[in-house]
């Protein structure tokens, strides 16, 4: 995370020209408002913080320390820095730029006045303002330090973990060479001793039989060895009780906690948070405590011949085997059955990141695996597909729908079709259909359709000598749609139950839905931007959204709770359509018109007016930001810029850009070209700072059309445009000057 954000800092200078190549300045610039206001602090007319940004670089390279105990030196400094600002302006001239060189030429006149007989005082106060920005930046350093940190700490735990649970599995497998090895020892014994009972028996019957006392000798050697040999059988039956605790603690931790949490870790990627980790670890794991079981059910059927060849009482196979086959039965059954699953979820191929939500009528694709890889059940296993197989809400929810499948419902689990030679079925050629009842239908029931939640089921068998075992498996709950404009409303109730709930077969879940804490949601929110672009939502942004659910009086509080209807059903303040609503809209304009500014950071987005306005108002006329439309469903975004003013700062925002404009001409064409009326009727581009200070060329110049593409003449344009689209072509190029303004 901490490396992510020093790369990011690093790529963004790279672009920037010399110029703007700031170190400390630029990287104060990207910290979270809560340390921006520290930094605004600091500045004040005795030394504008206009100066700080004009000369970040030059101010920076001085040793400022030095020049605040000793007068030559500061004098010297005073007047170098009087030299920068002198280039500045002309540079100002250059550009035609009345307004900032007035700024820049009354700047040098106050720092002529304040410390012309005191360059001292001047050196103390900027090396006091660099010290503080570094302080600050510490301070911002050390929180992401500690969210590293604490991260870190989970990674580090989980890789514990695993070097445990590998050793575990490792010692299952050398516990059963032992085994092995002390079958053959026994065996060997066994045969001995056999050979000793035959030859003894054989003399017996010899005319020139030994005598009385080798006989006894021979007797007594025959009675050590039987008493080795049952010793060597207890000990082996004993090694194999050992074996089967070690492996059903191992499976254990592989079924109730590893794959619990892979499931889990799965219904997060699921609704966009991080991917889930490879299975092929777990597939090991499950593969290695397989083939012990496996080979353990052979050495029980050695021990049974090596029974019948030889017995007594009180023999301890014949004691313990039916208990210690029925455990390794038992167990090995629970591991097969617990290894099928899906491992990619019900998803359309025309919707890779909303799974789980289908339409009817429209293929989709799924993918089951058997994270037991043995060999000898390649092409054994075939698996069917099921409808809401033995769903109670069928006949317990009024209303609720059933449907058939359609395409081919069966596939045969193989090694071939997998790119990581797993034993796997992929669906890729199923549809749904729904069931017409006869007669009226009725849509009375307690549940919405994007409420409605169904089930796949995967049935099938595994079948060897003396071994029988059903699988099956489902899928997480699944919402099926039959117009695409309810996809956005069954990504909700996907969100959401994936957010609350592990479950998957609570099919009534929506008939009572828990509340969210906001904690939980914010990050979901937040999956939502950064599993479609490179950029999720900072804290600020969030913030903004948390006020927006529960009101400004919250202050974005954790531990605050959000029913589902707040966030989906009801209307948001006095708006006309629900919260996730309006922010799938933005989700949408982003996608299709605005990926490249939302990845780049050029985009604040989420911000309340009344905090657009503070954080505009001390910034250089011309300053502007970009936030999205809180009054449009569809998703719009608009930008805000401040005009200095005698008496106070004057903001301008401009009527929100749709999707509809931004079909006709790109958004940063828009602000290239954008117009209003300056004095005298010259009409003029008031946006020169994209927030805090980058100038706009800078943030958006890359993605400027070429000349001829940008605009067109006029008279072409009537032309070849209808009414309707050169009002709409007009008004995005900035033609429309102050009637779009709105104060």
Known sequence: MCNGYLGKQLFILFLLPPLFRMAQWYQLQQLDSKFLEQVHQLYDDSFPMEIRQYLAQWLENQDWEHAANNVSFATVLFHDLLSQLDDQFSRFLIENNFLLQHNIRKSKRNLQDNFQEDPIQMAMIICSCLKEERKILSSAQLSNQMEVGSIQNTVIGMLDKQKELDAEVKGVKNHVIDVEQDIKTLEDMQDEYDFKCKTLQNREHESNSTSQEEYKKEQMHLNKMFLSLDLKRKEVV????????????????????????????????????????????????????AESLQQVRQQLKKLEELEQKFTYDPDPITKNKQVLQDRTHSLFKQLIQSSFVVERQPCMPTHPQRPLVLKTGVQFTVKLRLLVKLQELNYNLKVKVLFDKDVSEKNSVKGFRKFNILGTSTKVMNMEESTNGSLAAEFRHLQLKEQKN??????????IVTEELHSLSFETQLCQPGLVIDLETTSLPIVVISNVSQLPSGWASILWFNMLSTDPKNLSFFLNPPYAKWSKLSEVLSWQFSSVTKRGLNADQLSMLGEKLLGPTSGGSHDCLIP????CKENINDKSFPFWLWIEGILELIKKHLLCLWNDGCIMGFISKEKERTLLKDQRPGTFLLRFSESSKEGAITFTWVEGSQIEPQFHSV?????????????????RNYKVMAAENIPE?????????????????KYYSRPKEATLPGSSLQKICSPCLLKSLMRCLGWWTQQRLTL
């Open 238 to 289: 004993n090694k194999i009780v050992q074996l089967l605790n070690a492996t059903e603690h191992t499976q254990t931790a592989l079924i109730n906690e590893e794959l619990v949490e892979w499931k889990r870790r799965q219904q997060t990627a699921c609704i966009g948070g991080p991917p889930n980790a490879c299975l092929d670890q777990l597939q090991n794991w499950f593969t290695i405590v």
């Open 685 to 701: 581009n008031p946006l020169r700072f994209l927030y805090p200070d980058i100038p706009k060329d800078n943030a958006f110049g």
């Open 655 to 671: 009527e929100p850009y749709t999707k509809k404009e931004l079909s006709a001409v790109t958004f940063p064409d828009i602000i």
């Open 564 to 567: 589902w209807t707040r966030f």
């Open 438 to 447: 006869a007669g009226s239908r009725t849509n009375e029931g307690p549940l």
